[in-house]
T-cell receptor
Framework: DTGVSQDPRHKITKRGQNVTFRCDPISEHNRLYWYRQTLGQGPEFLTYFQNEAQLEKSRLLSDRFSAERPKGSFSTLEIQRTEQGDSAMYLC?????????????????FGEGSRLTVL | GQNIDQPTEMTATEGAIVQINCTYQTSGFNGLFWYQQHAGEAPTFLSYNVLDGLEEKGRFSSFLSRSKGYSYLLLKELQMKDSASYLCAVRPLSGGYNKLIFGAGTRLAVHP
């Protein structure tokens, strides 16, 4: 079990630059989520995919943010024209719709996150 | 809308018992989760309640009262490694999927 992996773990960029984060979910999970977390706060929901379909986007996700999951496996989150307020930890999580065993809780499995610092 | 409240910080002594409370208001309810998050690490699943009552798992227990919009996480026989943030999260009854809404978390410091 390789878990959810994210890349890069850390990214420092200058204001106005574009950045892209990648998430590889647990292989049998069809649901994938992006969250953002700032210091001292809980994760805030950004967007959700079921397979390759993006089914919900939070109002937090401005037009500068775009997420894709082209083949229903890995996902990318791109931030264009970064601003200092975008500095945060970007967490990816996956879950299964399987209703048997422990998976029936629908718990989210989180990756280690990608920490973005915008200077 | 959704609103989840939990204390910002708590301290406790090694070997003791601590209870972390969480109150919530959501538009529909489909389960409450507790996650543990050590500094700089990913949140990890601790417990899940969807019906009223107590769920026990080793040193950790979680309680839910849906009518009161209230849950608590009980940690027994505290160890230094339990120093972490504890996140209360609610799954709203919408969309048929597993989106979770998180509280700000409670930072627990366990001292000798």
């Amino acid at each position: 079990d390789t878990g959810v992996s994210q890349d890069p773990r850390h990214k420092i960029t200058k204001r106005g630059q574009n950045v892209t984060f990648r998430c590889d979910p647990i292989s049998e999970h069809n649901r994938l989520y992006w969250y953002r977390q700032t210091l001292g706060q809980g994760p805030e929901f950004l967007t959700y995919f079921q397979n390759e379909a993006q089914l919900e986007k939070s109002r937090l996700l401005s037009d500068r943010f775009s997420a894709e999951r082209p083949k229903g496996s890995f996902s990318t989150l791109e931030i264009q024209r970064t601003e200092q307020g975008d500095s945060a930890m970007y967490l990816c999580a996956s879950s299964s719709h399987n209703t048997s065993g422990r998976a029936r809780t629908g718990e989210l499995f989180f990756g280690e996150g990608s920490r973005l610092t915008v200077l | 809308g959704q609103n989840i409240d939990q204390p910002t910080e708590m301290t406790a002594t090694e070997g003791a018992i601590v209870q972390i409370n969480c109150t919530y208001q959501t538009s529909g309810f489909n389960g409450l989760f507790w996650y543990q998050q050590h500094a700089g690490e990913a949140p990890t699943f601790l417990s899940y309640n969807v019906l009223d009552g107590l769920e026990e798992k080793g040193r950790f227990s979680s309680f839910l009262s849906r009518s009161k919009g209230y849950s608590y996480l009980l940690l027994k026989e505290l160890q230094m490694k339990d120093s972490a943030s504890y996140l209360c999260a609610v799954r709203p009854l919408s969309g048929g999927y597993n989106k979770l809404i998180f509280g700000a978390g409670t930072r627990l410091a366990v001292h000798p």
